[in-house]
């Protein structure tokens, strides 16, 4: 076999990253307890400061035809796994942050309880009419913390909706993804539940690597 035909083997074979589980690539213990003090401390933080929001809404638009919406929507627009979870839970975040901000609207508004029916009514075709333009949107902004090369431009999104035939401007796409910043006061540093689970299992690897018993043995 000649030395080209060699390299081109390798280069199908070879992972295109590199092997993070191995002890010369891998993080060291002390990093990865550091990792899950830091998610456990963020986790904290945002049940305590948003208790009453959480314990009453949280998670209903994760529901499983949004959920399959959204990993359609990141799919089409070539987005990795990260960006899919990530893209989810902004929008969960902000469709309840943002459902709960126009219910306190019109509960204070000084009009009839016919009138806020009717304006709420309205509102609920709006949100409805709306949702595959916020979940474009959710996946731009996970676009863009996730990938340095894979972001999602307006022209792009712009392009892919008009193929679902929700048929925006740009200055309407743009104003979307102000709208959820806005909304989630510009914070957008919530790690997705999949973060969590590659830190668990990452540790849980470390374990059973430093650990003098068999993987079988389930205890170290």
Known sequence: MGYFTMRIAQKKTT????????????????VVE?????????????????????????GCFKVEKIVQLVFFCCEMLKLNEEAKYLAIELYDRFMTQHI???????????SSNESKEDKWMDIERRVKAQMKLRIVSCCQLASKLISHYRVVTVRKAKTFLAQIDENYTSESILQSELRILKTLTFDLTTPSPLVYVEALLKAVALLLYTCSIPAAGYQC
């Open 15 to 30: 992972s295109e990253e590199p092997f993070y589980s191995l002890s010369r690539y891998g993080a060291t213990v002390d």
């Open 34 to 58: 550091d990792w899950l003090q830091v998610l456990d401390d963020q986790n904290k933080v945002r049940v305590n400061t948003n208790q009453k929001l959480l314990s009453m809404s949280t």
């Open 100 to 110: 709960w901000d126009l219910h306190n609207h019109v509960k204070c508004e000084n």
